[in-house]
C-alpha cells in the first residue's frame, strides 16, 4: 500500500464515522423538535427515562425514538477514533511496516483496555 | 462553532470553549458540560483530522508512536487518580502552562524550525519527513528532535488527562513543537490528530457514569464538527506564525483556567 493511500484510508474512515454520527445526530435532534427527545418518530408510545441513559438502545431505536437516534449518533462518534486506530493497524500491515504496525497495535489494545476494563 | 474552528486551529480540543460556555451561559450542569466537552474533543479531531490526514499536514508515525505514550500515561493516570490530590496538581500544570507560555513568545517570530540532520533515533523511528506549505509555497523538511524527551512529556499529558479528565492537546502542542521542533502546522494538525484517542479512551467512562446527555451534547457536536471543517480548510492559508497567534491566548486561558480550578474557584 502506497503511503498516499494509507492516508486516503484513515481520512475515508474519519469521513464516514464523522459523517454517519453528524446525520444520527441532526435527524434526532430535529426529531425531537418534533415530537420530543422520548416521543417516537412512528407514532409509538412515548419512553420514559433520562436522556443520558444509554440502556436498551435497539430497542427504542425500533419506534424511532430521537433521543435513541442521537445517542446512536454519539455512540458513533465516540467509537470512530477507534475505528481510526485499528484502521492504521492495518495500514502499517500492508505498508509492511512491522515496527509501526506493532506500535499501533499496541495501543489499539491499550484503548480497548481503558474503555472495556478501566471504569 | 467557535470552539470547532479554534480547537482545529490550535490543536486542542474545544473543551476550553465549550465547559464555561454552557455552564456560565447556558446553566448547564458541570458533568454534562464535561461529557458534551468529551464529545466535542472528539468531533474536532475527527472532523479536522480527517483533512489534515489527506492533506499531509499529520505525522502520522510522529501521532502514533506518541500515542504508545499518552494511551499508557492516561491508564497509569486514571488508576491513580484516587491516590493524588488533583488540587495541587492542578496549580502544578496551569503553572506549567503559563511557563511555557513564555518559550512560546521567543519562538514567535520562528516560521520554520532549524533544518539540522537528523540524529540517528529519528531516522530509526522514521520520525524525518516534510509537509506540504501552501502560505510559503513549498515543501517544508523537518525530523523530531529530543524524542526521548518528547515521549517523556506525552506519557506526562497522557496521565494528566487519565488522573483529571481532560484533553490536554495543549501539553501535546508543547511537546511538539517545544521539545521535539515540529513546525508549528505539523505539531497542532498532529495533535488534532491524537486527541480524539485520548478522549475515545475515557469516552465509555462517561457514558456510563450518564454525563453524554444528547439534550446538551447533540448540538454541541453539530456546531462543533461545522467548526472544525473550517478550520481544517483555514490552517492551509495562514502562516506558522499565525497558528501561534491563535495558540497563545489558547495556552494563557487554558493555563489561568486550570490554576483557578486548584484553587477551588469552580469553572
Avoid at chain 2, 501552501?134 to 528532535?145: D, H, I, T
Wanted: glycine fraction near 12%.
Amino acid at each position: 500500500m502506497t503511503p498516499e493511500k494509507f492516508r486516503a484510508m484513515v481520512s475515508t474512515v474519519l469521513i464516514v464515522g464523522v459523517a454517519i454520527s453528524a446525520a444520527l445526530i441532526g435527524v434526532g435532534f430535529v426529531g425531537a423538535l418534533a415530537v420530543g427527545w422520548h416521543g417516537s418518530l412512528v407514532g409509538g408510545a412515548a419512553s420514559s427515562g433520562a436522556t443520558t441513559d444509554f440502556s436498551n438502545l435497539p430497542g427504542r431505536l425500533a419506534t424511532l425514538e430521537p433521543a435513541a437516534i442521537s445517542q446512536l449518533g454519539l455512540a458513533t462518534l465516540l467509537a470512530t477514533p477507534v475505528a481510526r486506530v485499528a484502521a492504521s493497524v492495518a495500514g502499517f500491515a500492508l505498508e509492511r511496516d512491522r515496527l509501526y504496525a506493532t506500535i499501533t497495535l499496541a495501543v489499539l489494545l491499550i484503548l480497548l483496555t481503558s474503555i472495556f476494563v478501566l471504569r | 462553532m467557535a470552539a470547532g474552528l479554534i480547537g482545529a486551529l490550535a490543536g486542542v480540543g474545544g473543551g476550553i470553549l465549550v465547559i464555561p460556555a454552557l455552564t456560565i451561559l447556558f446553566g448547564v450542569d458541570i458533568h454534562l458540560a464535561i461529557g458534551a466537552s468529551i464529545v466535542s474533543v472528539i468531533a474536532t479531531s475527527s472532523g479536522a483530522a480527517a483533512a489534515y490526514v489527506r492533506d499531509r499536514m499529520t505525522d502520522m508515525r510522529v501521532g502514533m508512536f506518541l500515542e504508545l505514550a499518552t494511551t499508557t500515561g492516561a491508564v497509569c493516570g486514571a488508576l491513580l487518580a484516587s491516590v493524588v490530590a488533583p488540587a495541587l496538581l492542578y496549580v502544578l500544570l496551569g503553572l506549567v502552562l503559563l511557563g511555557s507560555a513564555g518559550m512560546h513568545v521567543s519562538r514567535m517570530g520562528e516560521e520554520t524550525p532549524p533544518t539540522d540532520p537528523p540524529s540517528e533515533l529519528a531516522l530509526r523511528l522514521r520520525l524525518t519527513s516534510s509537509y506540504p506549505d501552501r502560505k510559503l509555497g513549498r515543501e517544508v523538511p523537518y525530523s523530531a528532535r529530543r524524542i526521548p524527551l518528547g515521549f517523556a512529556l506525552m506519557w506526562g499529558a497522557g496521565m494528566v488527562s487519565g488522573l483529571l479528565g481532560i484533553g490536554s492537546g495543549v501539553l501535546k502542542v508543547l511537546a511538539m513543537d517545544g521539545a521535539m521542533r515540529l513546525p508549528m502546522k505539523v505539531s497542532s494538525a498532529t495533535s488534532n490528530f491524537m486527541i480524539g484517542v485520548t478522549a475515545a479512551a475515557s469516552a465509555g467512562i462517561y457514558l456510563g457514569r450518564g454525563d453524554v446527555d444528547p439534550q446538551v451534547a447533540a448540538p454541541v457536536a453539530l456546531g462543533v464538527l461545522a467548526g472544525a471543517l473550517v478550520g481544517a480548510r483555514l490552517l492551509h492559508h495562514i502562516s506558522n506564525r499565525t497558528v501561534r497567534l491563535v495558540f497563545l491566548p489558547v495556552l494563557v486561558v487554558v493555563g489561568l483556567e486550570t490554576i483557578a480550578r486548584g484553587l477551588g474557584f469552580g469553572i
